[in-house]
């Protein structure tokens, strides 16, 4: 009697192209959930430190005094201005209003002094370092390097 041939057991390749772009479609869509707490943190440090710049930036280009205030809970807010009460606010270029960051809700912003301010030539009042959840932005005293 002659064996027989068994036919082999496994995945065909259609059905092995299904399951991959199933759990691709599964990893695009829960991954990003999980780590969305590290994207705002980094994300808000990077727009600190861009808000920095531009104070800066906007001293020198108009030769006066423009103050950074770091506010806490509640308001938790970043804003900048030509005052050190905050009476007079800086304009945002891109929208027109008022140049206010705020918090998002995971996060936490403090700053070793504040507020703080850039004088004409672009200096700081003193060397500060803004913390974005441990995620440090300094500003170096006599230069006024944001890193």
Known sequence: MEPRLRAAGGFTFPELVAVIVIVAVLAAVAVPRFNQGAID?????????????????QAVAQRRLVYVAVDGPPSAQ?????????????????????????????????????????????????????????????????TGYVQ
């Open 41 to 57: 943190t980094t994300w808000f440090a990077e727009q600190v430190k861009a808000a920095v710049r531009y104070a800066q930036r």
């Open 78 to 142: 970043l804003r900048l201005c030509y005052d050190a009460a905050c009476t007079q606010p800086l304009r945002n270029l891109t929208n027109g209003g008022t140049y206010v960051l705020t918090v998002p809700g995971t996060v936490t912003l403090s700053a070793s002094s504040t507020p703080f301010w850039f004088n004409g030539l672009g200096e700081p009042s003193s060397a500060v370092t803004l913390s974005v959840n441990g995620i440090g932005v300094s500003v170096a005293s006599e």
